[in-house]
């Protein structure tokens, strides 16, 4: 049966599916011959696939992956880093990496840790980055002064962000400390670009730590904000019920694309 190609190669685990558009649209793909056009599809019993020269067989199928890792601080989430700063491909065993594609789901800043899932199912990848797909993201941050509650309350109906209102939060105070400083628990909905930075110095406070402790279930299992059962820089993989719910509610994102399309 034909498939669109970028989904070939991420089923295969040679890239996420966004990285291998980025292939094809660098001409490093080609189909029976020819340079690959985005949107083209393959069947590979009976079309020739390549990737760098390198023929794609048809049974080059690996098995997927589903990867939990507690990022530490000053570490890219991303495969790669153009000014070869440690990313978090490099936390993990080399057996995880070397030809399974498997890659980050979304992103944590450099300065920022906890919870990121990694995994080369390119399907789940790419529903779990879909703006429709809201699921809840915990972070504990402790920011510089103190947001008075009037600004708190805002923030949890919802704030104009780059032109555009935010969804609903939780909002938290976890303490207030005596010098200047609070730690509130954050749970968020929407995936927008440096988010909880970008509203806490929108309210006229720095953050000094932002941690990720959960991302739906999927969490390090820390009651603590200073300690975590999954150590910084360490990884584990996802329980069946963990994956069974990042797939069921990636399903559900799917069929109301389907019916909006």
Known sequence: MKERVQKILSQRGIASRRKAEKFILAGRVKLNGHRVQLGEKADLKYDRLEVDSQIIQPAQRTDF?????????????TCDDPQRRPTVLDLLPKKLCQGTGIHPVGRLDFNSTGALLLTNDGELTLNLTHPRYHLPKTYDVVISGNIPETRLQQWREGVMLMGKKTLPAQVKVIHRYSH?????????????NRQVRRIVQQMGCDVIR????????????SESFHESSLPSGHHRLLTTSEIDFLKSRSHLITETSQKLS
Request: glycine fraction near 6%.
């Open 65 to 77: 992956l589903y990867v939990l890792l507690n990022k530490p601080q000053r570490i890219v989430s």
């Open 180 to 192: 200047e400083q609070t730690h509130l628990r954050v749970v968020i909905t929407e995936g927008r």
């Open 210 to 221: 932002l941690h990720r402790s959960a991302i739906g279930c999927i969490t390090l299992d």
